[in-house]
C-alpha cells in the first residue's frame, strides 16, 4: 500500500512554469508504476504522464509532450512533473497516481493523492 502527496500546485501566467512533487511513502514505492493525471471542471480526469518503475520509461499525453517532464527519484519516494509552456487549458486539479502497470485509464489505477491546483492565467 502507498500514500500519496502532491504539492507544487499554484496560480501561474501562460507561458510560465511549475513543478509539482508527489511524496509516497511506505517501503515498496519502486515497485509502482506512477502517473499524472488532471481534471478540470466539468470534465472527465484525464492521464497526463506516466513513469515506469524505473523511471526508463515515460508516457505522455499528445497535449502535454515537448512541455512537461515526468522523474521519479526512488531513493527519495518523490515522483516530479515539470511542466513548461502553461496555457489556460492546463488549468485543473493535477492528481498523482500509483499502480503496478502503467496505463492511461484512470479507472485502473487504484492508489491516489487529493490533488494539487494548477491555475494558468491568460
Known amino acids: 500500500q502507498v500514500q500519496l502527496v502532491e504539492s507544487g500546485g499554484g496560480l501561474v501566467q501562460a507561458g510560465g512554469s511549475l513543478k509539482l512533487s508527489c511524496a509516497a511513502s511506505?517501503?515498496?514505492?519502486?515497485?509502482?508504476?506512477m502517473a499524472w493525471f488532471r481534471q478540470a471542471p466539468g470534465k472527465e480526469r484525464e492521464f497526463v504522464s506516466g513513469i515506469s518503475r524505473s523511471g526508463g520509461d515515460t508516457d505522455y499525453a499528445d497535449s502535454v509532450k515537448g512541455r512537461f517532464t515526468i522523474s521519479r527519484d526512488n531513493a527519495k519516494n518523490m515522483v516530479y512533473l515539470q511542466m513548461n509552456s502553461l496555457n489556460a487549458e492546463d488549468t485543473a486539479v493535477y492528481y498523482c497516481?500509483?499502480?503496478?502497470?502503467?496505463?492511461?485509464?484512470?479507472?485502473?489505477?487504484?492508489?491516489w493523492g487529493q490533488g494539487t491546483q494548477v491555475t494558468v492565467s491568460s
Open positions: 497516481a500509483a499502480d503496478v502497470e502503467l496505463r492511461r485509464s484512470p479507472d485502473l489505477y487504484e492508489y
Open positions: 511506505g517501503r515498496t514505492f519502486s515497485t509502482y508504476v
